[in-house]
């Protein structure tokens, strides 16, 4: 069964209500659909109301390459939203993109101003490992992330009702 332990050994899985609709578009409820066919689940919430999802095969799931693809999305200004499991990776109009941990309240800041900043993120076939920056919370429209050094930076503007609800697997 997919849990959140399994997630960070490099399993990645989206939890979805077995008799929700599939994600994939089948029609089918999910327990009938993907479910049955272990597929690990990434989404890609797209700025626009459209949410645009692709299904990948846990083979598929390369934690740099979406790493690299949120940065990219934040250095041409497009808003992006990305979960991986319990991981959330988002890009904003103004160029920032983090990678975050909703569980463990965890932030790593990828990109600033359009800019990649320097972050650790070591991958293998089967595992991968974070070298976590700060810890971070959402306090309404507020963003506030406290780093390692004490600093405590509060930003607003970033789109925190849809990470919310990325976080809680929405």
């Keep these: 069964m997919p849990t959140a332990e399994n997630s960070r050994k490099g399993r990645f899985y989206v939890k ?8 994939c578009g089948s029609g089918r409820k999910y327990k009938h659909c993907c479910m049955r066919q272990g597929s690990a689940q990434l989404f890609e919430a797209r700025a626009d109301p459209q949410v645009q999802k692709r299904i990948l095969d846990s083979k598929q799931v390369n934690i740099t ?3 690299d693809y949120i ?7 497009k808003a992006r939203i990305v979960t991986i499991g ?3 990776l988002f890009s904003t109009e103004t160029g920032d993109a983090w990678m975050l941990d909703p569980e463990d309240r965890l932030a790593l800041c990828l990109a600033r101003g359009g800019e990649r900043e320097s972050f650790t993120v070591t991958e293998t076939p089967k595992n991968f490992v974070v070298a976590w920056q700060a810890n971070y919370r959402i306090d309404g429209e507020k963003f506030v992330v406290l780093e390692r050094s004490g600093r405590i930076r509060t ?6 009702k849809k990470i919310m609800q990325a976080s809680a697997g929405r």
């Design 16 to 23: 979805i209500p077995r008799n929700a609709p599939c994600p």
């Design 155 to 160: 930003i607003f503007g970033y789109p925190t």
């Design 71 to 77: 940065i990219g999305q934040a250095e041409n200004g």
């Design 65 to 67: 390459r979406e790493i």
């Design 86 to 88: 319990s991981l959330v």
